[in-house]
């Protein structure tokens, strides 16, 4: 069974940062893009970072200059490091995999909650 698990949520304070993974496992060929998105109370899902198998980036506007991704091809992995976060930041974070033959994965995701 192929899978998606994240970890890293967690409460911080304003200011502060927090590092997400999520590690694929499982029969996996290959992966192709991966990405982050959220879902704050009350809203739609929406886009964080988005990283192509071969290391380029796109960000939310609403993220740009603190949040990073990246990926760790030999582990199946993607990181999210999170800076300078903020109350509109918190959300549940959902991880998500373009996995060759299997097509769009989705984790189960993991709760962010930025507050005092």
């Known amino acids: 069974q192929v899978q998606l698990v994240e970890s890293g949520g967690g409460l911080v304070q304003p200011g502060g940062s927090l590092r997400l993974s999520c590690a694929a496992s499982g029969s996996i060929f290959s992966i192709n893009a991966m990405a982050w998105y959220r879902q704050a109370p009350g809203k739609q899902r929406e886009l964080v970072a988005h990283?192509?198998?071969?290391?380029?980036?796109n960000y939310a506007d609403s993220v740009k200059g603190r949040f990073t991704i990246s990926r760790d091809n030999a582990k199946n992995t993607v990181y999210l490091q999170m800076n300078s976060l903020k109350p509109e930041d918190t959300a549940v974070y959902y991880c998500n995999a373009d996995l060759t033959f299997r097509g769009d994965l989705w984790g189960k995701g993991t709760l962010v909650t930025v507050s005092s």
């Open positions: 990283i192509t198998s071969g290391g380029s980036t």
